[in-house]
């Protein structure tokens, strides 16, 4: 197994923290009890301690039957903790009787620390140190695999709304493609082309789980042109993508079900049809805003139904953000002041998956 696939510098490094702060207060424990001088103690907890601690997570690594979980299981997570602290023993006592007789030559070896007292204290500090960091790293472990879960369910929602979006617009497509070809064959090859377009960008996109926003809007771009050959002079829209925001990722089929109800409840039901605009922009130095507005029937509230904002699609979106930005992205639906409905997501930069 390659040395740096198997070592984790950043939990090791915070384990010889915890373990050099645990080794001085043991050093300041023995010198308060009267068990010899304060430099002495502090060599022979520093010796243990460390070489004790080393020996526990190499050997816990080089067992470990998985990524996930980085204690070996059966015999093997058994014995780490007694052979390390074996090895704290055999190799760090002998350093500590190293150093007094480097530094304290005159110290009479009566006054030097026992052997019973530095391995009963081994012991119980390796102990209870080794079962803090497993109890820890379980915990880690089980989070990630709730976060995991989390992603998962998001994108098999994001499936779901595939699912249930395209048969409804393929039936209608084909219905107006099939009426185009005998009227107007020219425009029925133009429409043929967006959707064979779109459904190969939502195929991909289904399977990486994000694109760059310029794939979204190529996407949106196609699904759009479909809809205006539908609906005809009806629908206007118009798609406004900085050059330099065209590749920041974000996850695919975002701004999707946000375009798509505004021409089913905004656009369709309205006789003279409308306008959509999707725009990106920075919000500010580390926010990405995606906005899509139209000039539709805007948001009513009907008796006995739900209000408008709360159907699956603008769930599902709310739902993916949260798993995949916790808290730091924003989703917000409005009704516009001059009619229509403002929907607006922000993205944090720097979390961008």
């Known amino acids: 197994m390659p040395v740096m696939s198997m070592f984790a510098p950043a939990p090791l490094f915070r384990h010889a923290g915890i373990t050099v702060a645990a080794c001085l207060l043991i050093a300041a424990a023995l010198t308060a009890l009267g068990q010899g001088l304060w430099d002495v103690n502090l060599a022979y907890s520093l010796t243990i301690g460390l070489i004790s601690w080393l020996s526990i997570d190499l050997l816990r690594l080089r067992w470990r039957e998985s990524d996930d979980i980085p204690w070996p299981r059966g015999m093997r997570g058994m014995a780490v903790v007694p052979l390390g602290i074996a090895a704290g023993l055999v190799l760090g006592n002998p350093l500590g009787h190293l150093y007094v007789q480097q530094f304290h030559p005159e110290l009479p070896a009566a006054a030097r620390p026992s052997l019973w007292l530095p391995l009963a204290i081994t012991m119980a500090t390796s102990i209870a140190m080794s079962w803090g960091f497993y109890v820890v790293g379980k915990s880690r472990h089980l989070q990630m695999q ?35 070809i005998a009227t107007d064959a020219p425009r029925a090859e133009q429409m043929l082309d967006h959707l ?11 399977r990486s789980g994000t694109h760059s926003l310029a794939s ?65 922009s920075m919000l ?7 906005s899509v507005h139209d ?15 709360s159907g699956f699609g603008l769930q599902q979106i709310r739902e993916r953000l949260a798993s995949r930005y916790g808290g730091t992205a924003r989703f917000d639906l409005t009704a516009d002041s001059a009619g229509g409905t403002r929907a607006c997501i922000v993205l944090p930069l720097k979390s961008q998956p």
């Open 216 to 280: 979204e809007f190529a996407l949106l771009a196609d699904y759009l042109a479909l809809m205006q050959i539908r609906m005809g002079d009806r629908l206007s829209y118009g798609l406004h993508l900085p050059a330099e925001l065209a590749e920041l990722p974000v996850p695919t089929l975002l701004l999707q079900p946000l375009v798509e109800n505004s021409i089913r409840h905004g656009l369709e039901p309205q006789l003279a049809g409308g306008h959509i605009a999707v725009q990106a």
């Open 284 to 290: 500010d130095d580390r926010h990405l805003l995606l």
């Open 295 to 309: 000039n539709g029937l805007g948001l009513p509230v009907r008796p006995g139904q739900p209000p408008s904002g």
């Open 196 to 206: 064979i377009a779109y459904l190969r960008a939502t195929l991909a996109g289904s």
């Open 146 to 180: 709730a976060e995991q879960a989390q992603r998962q369910a998001a994108e098999a929602r994001l499936s779901l709304l595939q699912a249930q979006l395209e048969p409804h617009m393929l039936f209608n497509t084909l219905a107006n493609l099939r009426v185009l």
